[in-house]
C-alpha cells in the first residue's frame, strides 16, 4: 500500500487528496480533489486541524496552510484546499 490517502495517477505520480473550499461562500465542501504536487503548489491548502464551524466554514480568520512548499499563516478567505487529514503530510511510514 503506498501510502494511507494518496494515489498514483496514469502517468505514474503521485496524488494526495485534498477536501474543495468554495470561495465564493466559504464553505469547506466533502469533495475530494486529487492533486499532484506540482498542482498542488498553485493553491494555498489549508492544515486539516483547521476549526470548522457546525456549516463547514472556517472558525478562525487565520488558518496555517501551505503555498508553493512553505507553511505560512492566511487569511482563511485566501483557501483553495484543505487536507483530509493531519497524518496527510507526514511521511508514509509514520503514518501507518
Known amino acids: 500500500n503506498l501510502s494511507s490517502y494518496a494515489k498514483v495517477n496514469e502517468y505514474g505520480f503521485i496524488m494526495s487528496p485534498y477536501r474543495r473550499v468554495d470561495r465564493v461562500n466559504g464553505v469547506v465542501t466533502d469533495e475530494v480533489e486529487y492533486l499532484t504536487a506540482d498542482e498542488e503548489d498553485n493553491y494555498?491548502?489549508?492544515?486539516?486541524?483547521?476549526?470548522?464551524t457546525e456549516d463547514s466554514r472556517f472558525a478562525n480568520e487565520?488558518?496555517?496552510?501551505?503555498?508553493?512548499?512553505?507553511?505560512?499563516?492566511?487569511e482563511a478567505s485566501t483557501a483553495d484546499y484543505m487536507d483530509v487529514s493531519p497524518k496527510q503530510v507526514i511521511a508514509v511510514a509514520a503514518a501507518c
Request: charged share 10%; proline share 5%; net charge neutral.
Open 62 to 74: 487565520t488558518v496555517m496552510a501551505r503555498h508553493t512548499g512553505n507553511n505560512i499563516e492566511v
Open 44 to 52: 494555498t491548502v489549508a492544515q486539516a486541524n483547521s476549526p470548522l
